[in-house]
């Protein structure tokens, strides 16, 4: 019998394994596939590095503590990316970084900037729960969310803000109401609004990280489990390779993995975790001569300018070493939840598009293709109703203790998110097995 069973070998998987082994407990991590990481995938493809899933990290002082631990150096991105676009109106048009700029540049309108500046008198909702939309147009007006947080929303959870919870989905700028009656009011007394950390990858992409968390924990590839039981006080595990048993077990899987594995343990949170929407991404990776793109991050576009891209990033500008000398990587997302069935579409369809899009937004003629993903469940949407799944979480781990869950789909979508949580999943494994108390934290 193993101390600890741990299901999934994406970012949050691997992250409590690295910190329970660190703990001195025996861990085994299952993985139904033969490539480690989850949606974590580096491609080197002709000369050109992609990242095929998250394409940063953001690192605060905690991320850093992590990487310490694990003797990993990152690289951090080109101080030009702190500029992005938003396309707006036919061209790109610089996305100001604090609420003073917007005041004071012509990105919004004149009625927007007043609107903008009312946001600290306006009252809070008496509704218990409001769409990231309705939040944004209740303080900041209909201008800022179509042109500001609409796209924002597109870049972080491909999602849609009419669907999307502002409670749970962006839970910081939701307590900021809370706490101070005022976004920009408590933004301003914490300086919490923007990034809290700088994007970082690492020389050969983020799979650099699922390499360094698994190259001294044993993880079994292509052994998919295929079901989980109770029995007295520990848990059955049967798997395409045999039966293990073990005293703790972490589901460290998307929910809809998830799902399938509670089903002899909880029939109700198997069935409800089966309805968590992820949206589909299509990533496509496409090389342009150097010297054909503005200074910056990349860009966002509206879904009220009518296109098809969510948005582009310019890779081999945010790091580099990311294409050929000459050439500059070009990374596009399209699809997510406001227009999920050009996943599907043939790769012909797509770059159609994508050739009449890019002439139109960044005047490119032509472009070489290098690679197209489909990530049909990509992200999971934290849709309005979302604290029901996370009560559902917490029920199951109290009726079945030694049975812990974790993923980006339970603390946050992003490779940050999923580690801040591992420390916390990882400390109440110890408590559970009554060891040492603090060894992760």
Same mark, same amino acid.
Not at 174 to 179: D, S, T, V
Not at 293 to 316: C, Q, Y
Not at 318 to 328: V, Y
């Given at each position: 019998?193993?101390?600890?069973? =741990?299901?999934?070998?994406?970012? %949050?998987?691997? #992250?409590?394994?690295?910190?329970?082994?660190?703990?001195?407990?025996?861990?085994?991590?299952?993985?139904?596939?033969?490539?480690?990481?989850?949606?974590?995938?580096?491609?080197?493809?002709?000369? @050109?590095?992609?990242?095929?899933?998250?394409?940063?990290?953001?690192?605060?002082?905690?991320?850093?503590?992590?990487?310490?631990?694990?003797?990993?150096?990152?690289?951090?991105?080109?101080?030009?990316?702190?500029?992005?676009?938003?396309?707006?109106?036919?061209?790109?048009?610089?996305?100001?970084?604090?609420?003073?700029?917007?005041?004071?540049?012509?990105?919004?309108?004149?009625? &927007?900037?007043?609107?903008?500046?009312?946001?600290?008198?306006?009252?809070?909702?008496?509704?218990?729960?409001? #769409?990231?939309?309705?939040?944004?147009?209740?303080?900041?007006?209909?201008?800022?969310?179509? @042109?500001?947080?609409?796209?924002?929303?597109?870049?972080?959870?491909?999602?849609?803000?009419?669907?999307?919870?502002?409670? @749970?989905?962006?839970?910081?700028? @939701?307590?900021?109401?809370?706490?101070?009656?005022?976004?920009?009011?408590?933004?301003?007394?914490?300086?919490?609004?923007?990034?809290?950390?700088?994007? =970082? #990858?690492?020389?050969?992409?983020?799979?650099?990280?699922?390499?360094?968390?698994?190259?001294?924990?044993?993880?079994?590839?292509?052994?998919?489990?295929?079901?989980?039981?109770?029995?007295?006080?520990?848990?059955?595990?049967?798997?395409?390779? &045999?039966? !293990?048993?073990?005293?703790?077990?972490?589901?460290? *899987?998307?929910?809809?993995?998830? %799902?399938?594995?509670?089903?002899?343990?909880?029939? #109700?949170?198997?069935?409800?975790?089966?309805?968590?929407?992820?949206?589909?991404?299509?990533?496509?990776?496409?090389?342009?001569?150097?010297?054909?793109?503005?200074?910056?991050?990349?860009?966002?576009?509206?879904?009220?300018?009518?296109?098809?891209?969510?948005?582009?990033?310019? %890779?081999?500008?945010?790091?580099?070493?990311?294409?050929?000398?000459?050439?500059?990587?070009?990374?596009?997302?399209?699809?997510?939840?406001?227009?999920?069935?050009?996943?599907?579409?043939?790769?012909?369809?797509?770059?159609?598009?994508?050739?009449?899009?890019?002439?139109?937004?960044?005047?490119?003629?032509?472009?070489?293709?290098?690679?197209?993903?489909?990530? /049909?469940?990509?992200?999971?949407?934290? *849709?309005?109703?979302?604290?029901?799944?996370?009560?559902?979480?917490?029920?199951?781990?109290?009726?079945?203790?030694?049975?812990?869950?974790?993923?980006?789909?339970?603390?946050?979508?992003?490779?940050?998110?999923?580690?801040?949580?591992?420390?916390?999943?990882?400390?109440?494994?110890?408590? !559970?097995?009554?060891?040492? /108390?603090?060894?992760?934290?």
């Amino acid at each position: 019998m193993m101390e600890v069973a =741990i299901i999934g070998s994406g970012i %949050s998987g691997l #992250s409590v394994a690295h910190h329970l082994k660190k703990a001195g407990v025996e861990v085994k991590v299952f993985e139904k596939e033969e490539v480690l990481g989850g949606n974590i995938q580096s491609e080197y493809i002709d000369g @050109y590095l992609c990242e095929l899933g998250p394409q940063t990290v953001l690192a605060d002082s905690k991320m850093e503590d992590f990487l310490k631990d694990l003797h990993l150096e990152p690289i951090y991105a080109n101080p030009s990316s702190k500029k992005r676009y938003i396309y707006k109106k036919g061209r790109l048009v610089a996305l100001p970084l604090s609420p003073l700029e917007f005041i004071t540049s012509p990105f919004l309108s004149f009625s &927007g900037k007043l609107r903008l500046l009312r946001e600290p008198f306006v009252p809070k909702s008496p509704k218990k729960e409001e #769409s990231i939309a309705e939040f944004v147009r209740r303080r900041f007006g209909k201008e800022f969310l179509d @042109y500001v947080v609409a796209p924002f929303v597109s870049g972080v959870y491909a999602g849609d803000p009419e669907e999307l919870s502002v409670k @749970y989905a962006v839970r910081k700028v @939701y307590e900021l109401e809370e706490r101070y009656g005022s976004v920009i009011r408590g933004a301003i007394k914490l300086k919490a609004l923007g990034p809290s950390g700088k994007l =970082i #990858s690492f020389k050969d992409g983020n799979k650099t990280l699922i390499n360094k968390l698994s190259e001294k924990l044993e993880v079994l590839k292509g052994n998919v489990v295929l079901r989980i039981r109770r029995k007295d006080e520990f848990f059955l595990l049967d798997t395409k390779e &045999g039966k !293990f048993s073990a005293k703790a077990v972490v589901v460290a *899987t998307p929910s809809t993995s998830a %799902s399938y594995l509670l089903r002899d343990l909880s029939w #109700s949170v198997s069935e409800e975790f089966d309805k968590i929407y992820y949206a589909p991404v299509l990533v496509m990776h496409i090389s342009v001569n150097a010297g054909s793109l503005p200074e910056g991050f990349g860009f966002l576009v509206p879904r009220r300018e009518g296109k098809r891209i969510l948005g582009v990033i310019f %890779s081999s500008q945010l790091f580099a070493g990311r294409s050929p000398k000459g050439k500059d990587l070009l990374t596009l997302y399209l699809g997510g939840a406001t227009d999920p069935q050009i996943v599907d579409y043939s790769d012909e369809a797509v770059v159609s598009i994508v050739e009449k899009e890019l002439k139109e937004i960044l005047k490119i003629e032509h472009f070489e293709i290098i690679r197209i993903t489909r990530w /049909k469940k990509g992200i999971p949407q934290y *849709t309005l109703g979302y604290g029901r799944y996370l009560d559902l979480a917490n029920s199951i781990e109290k009726e079945q203790p030694g049975l812990f869950l974790t993923g980006n789909y339970l603390y946050g979508v992003s490779v940050a998110d999923c580690i801040r949580a591992s420390y916390q999943v990882a400390q109440r494994v110890l408590e !559970f097995l009554e060891l040492k /108390k603090g060894a992760v934290v």
